[in-house]
């Protein structure tokens, strides 16, 4: 069975710092990884996907995100944070077929300190 | 494009009473997904159809839910009654590779 595990409930930083988010996934096969951002009373974002190739991905707002089959991760990052940074944010590993159900983590709450 | 549309934004209701939840997915998506999210349990995939058939159900709670989608611009999800451990956030999300989610913003439902 997949699974995906976000080990910090809840992290905070000041802004400008540099974001690590800790995801780390169990999955039979090849996974298809993402993250996903939500802001408050909105729907979940699509930030970044990893399918194949290149395991340094780069996604929208700043983000990107590096997958290590060795570690089972698939960490997120950002060199500078900004307050507009500031929601929860979710890790889902699924697989390649068409349709298939997508596993989320128990989300990362992102506090931004001026 | 105006994205995945959902209505109502906010219900209140009160058990045993019937609420009926609304989505319109993405043009030209064919797949669709009813998520139910709350802090317990984060969130849970209840229902997805491909091309308007539900393929996948196993995530529904019980009868007391049921899901239909009748075109392909249309999609709803019932409870019936509805109970207090109902009250959650309910997202549709609809996709044309099967593999993104695009997301709605959401309906938070309050049973009373």
């Given at each position: 069975a997949q699974s995906v595990t976000q080990p910090d409930i809840h992290i905070t930083v000041s802004e400008g710092a540099s974001l690590e988010l800790r995801c780390n996934y169990s999955y039979g096969a090849t996974p298809y990884l993402f993250w996903y951002v939500q802001s408050p009373g909105q729907g979940l974002q699509l930030l970044l996907k990893y399918f194949?190739?290149?395991t340094l991905v780069q996604g929208i707002k700043g983000f990107e995100a590096e997958f290590k089959r060795s570690q089972s991760s698939f960490n997120l990052r950002k060199p500078s944070v900004h307050w507009s940074d500031a929601a929860e944010y979710f890790c889902a590993v699924g697989a390649e077929t068409s349709g298939s159900r997508l596993t989320f983590g128990e989300g990362t709450q992102l506090t931004v300190n001026p | 494009d105006a994205g995945v549309i959902q209505s109502p934004r906010h219900e209140v209701t009160e058990m045993g009473q019937e609420v009926t939840l609304r989505c319109k997915p993405i043009s030209g998506h064919n797949s669709l997904f009813w998520y139910r999210q709350t802090m317990m349990r984060g969130l849970e995939l209840l229902i997805y159809f491909n091309n308007n058939v539900?393929?996948?159900?196993?995530?529904?709670?019980?009868?007391r839910f049921s899901a239909k989608m009748p075109n392909a611009s249309f999609s709803t999800l019932k409870i019936q009654?509805?109970?207090?451990?109902?009250s959650a956030v309910y997202f549709c999300a609809s996709s044309l590779t099967g593999t993104d989610r695009y997301f709605g913003p959401g309906t938070r439902l309050t049973v009373t």
């Amino acid at each position: 069975a997949q699974s995906v595990t976000q080990p910090d409930i809840h992290i905070t930083v000041s802004e400008g710092a540099s974001l690590e988010l800790r995801c780390n996934y169990s999955y039979g096969a090849t996974p298809y990884l993402f993250w996903y951002v939500q802001s408050p009373g909105q729907g979940l974002q699509l930030l970044l996907k990893y399918f194949s190739g290149d395991t340094l991905v780069q996604g929208i707002k700043g983000f990107e995100a590096e997958f290590k089959r060795s570690q089972s991760s698939f960490n997120l990052r950002k060199p500078s944070v900004h307050w507009s940074d500031a929601a929860e944010y979710f890790c889902a590993v699924g697989a390649e077929t068409s349709g298939s159900r997508l596993t989320f983590g128990e989300g990362t709450q992102l506090t931004v300190n001026p | 494009d105006a994205g995945v549309i959902q209505s109502p934004r906010h219900e209140v209701t009160e058990m045993g009473q019937e609420v009926t939840l609304r989505c319109k997915p993405i043009s030209g998506h064919n797949s669709l997904f009813w998520y139910r999210q709350t802090m317990m349990r984060g969130l849970e995939l209840l229902i997805y159809f491909n091309n308007n058939v539900p393929i996948d159900d196993s995530g529904m709670p019980e009868d007391r839910f049921s899901a239909k989608m009748p075109n392909a611009s249309f999609s709803t999800l019932k409870i019936q009654p509805s109970e207090p451990r109902d009250s959650a956030v309910y997202f549709c999300a609809s996709s044309l590779t099967g593999t993104d989610r695009y997301f709605g913003p959401g309906t938070r439902l309050t049973v009373t």
